[in-house]
C-alpha cells in the first residue's frame, strides 16, 4: 500500500519539477562542492540499496557494517582533505548541513540496531535510514 502512494507522490514532484513549479529552496553551491555532493549522493543509494539486499537476505550485521562504514558517523568528513571549493558541507544551507549530521547519526543508530542481529527491530529501523534522505530532498535542490 505505502508503495503507490510512495510513487505517486514522485511521480507528482517529477511533474511540478518539470513544470518549473519546483518551491524547494535552492541550495547554491560551487561547481566543484555540487559535484562532490553529487558523486555521494549516489554513493549513498549504492549503499542504502545493498543494505536493503542485505536486511532482504538475513545478513543483518553485514548491512550494519556497511550502514556505518558508508552513511553513519564513521562516513563524516570524507571531503576534509579536498579543496575548500569542493566541500559541500561548508557551503550548505545551515539547515540542510544539520539535516545531513542528523541523518548520519540516524544511520549509525541504525548499525547499532542491526548489530544486535535483531530482525524484527532492523526491519522496523529501516525508515530511519532514509528519513533524512527524504527531509532534505523535499526541501532543498541543487538545480
Not at 563524516?76 to 571549493?85: C, I
Not at 558541507?89 to 541504525?110: E, K, L, N, Q, V
Not at 535483531?118 to 533524512?132: E, F, N, V, Y
Amino acid at each position: 500500500m505505502k508503495a503507490p502512494l510512495v510513487c505517486s507522490l514522485l511521480l507528482v514532484t517529477t511533474v511540478h519539477a518539470a513544470d518549473g513549479d519546483d518551491t524547494r529552496q535552492l541550495a547554491s553551491l560551487p561547481p566543484a562542492a555540487e559535484a562532490t555532493l553529487r558523486t555521494e549522493m549516489r554513493a549513498n543509494l549504492l549503499a542504502l540499496n545493498e543494505i536493503l539486499g542485505l536486511v532482504a537476505s538475513g545478513k543483518i550485521k553485514d548491512a550494519a557494517k556497511i550502514a556505518e562504514q558508508e552513511l553513519g558517523v564513521s562516513a563524516m568528513g570524507r571531503h576534509r582533505g579536498l579543496p575548500f571549493e569542493a566541500r559541500p558541507g561548508p557551503h550548505m544551507p545551515p539547515a540542510m548541513h544539520s539535516i545531513g549530521m542528523d541523518g548520519h547519526r540516524a544511520a549509525s543508530d541504525f548499525a547499532r540496531i542491526a548489530a544486535s542481529g535483531d530482525r524484527d527491530k532492523t526491519i522496523a529501523a529501516l525508515p530511519s535510514l532514509t528519513s533524512g534522505c527524504v527531509a532534505c530532498h523535499y526541501v532543498y535542490r541543487l538545480r
